[in-house]
């Protein structure tokens, strides 16, 4: 899980991205979420973030048909 999480974080400060928002590697979606709880999942349902400045980054794996677990 870390990998995939260095690659999201990877992403979004090569685009130049502020500290709250990240991009979703799969379908290129920008995430940014202005404040706690204020969850933003991208249209393919991989990433989701909350928080605001105090930002929480979920992955969720859709490519095994497993239900959509978090990883």
Same mark, same amino acid.
């Given at each position: 899980?870390? %990998?995939?999480?260095?690659?999201?974080?990877?992403?979004?400060?090569? %685009?130049?991205?502020? =500290?709250?928002? =990240?991009?979703?590697? =799969?379908?290129?979606?920008?995430?940014?979420?202005?404040? !706690?709880?204020?969850? %933003?999942?991208?249209?393919? *349902?991989?990433?989701?973030?909350? *928080?605001?400045? !105090?930002? =929480? /980054?979920?992955?969720?794996?859709?490519?095994? !048909?497993?239900?959509? %677990?978090? /990883?």
């Amino acid at each position: 899980m870390e %990998k995939e999480l260095m690659k999201v974080d990877t992403l979004s400060i090569s %685009k130049g991205l502020n =500290r709250n928002q =990240r991009q979703c590697p =799969r379908c290129d979606d920008i995430l940014t979420p202005s404040h !706690n709880y204020d969850m %933003k999942i991208c249209k393919c *349902g991989y990433l989701s973030i909350d *928080g605001g400045m !105090n930002l =929480r /980054i979920m992955l969720t794996d859709t490519s095994n !048909n497993n239900g959509g %677990k978090l /990883i």
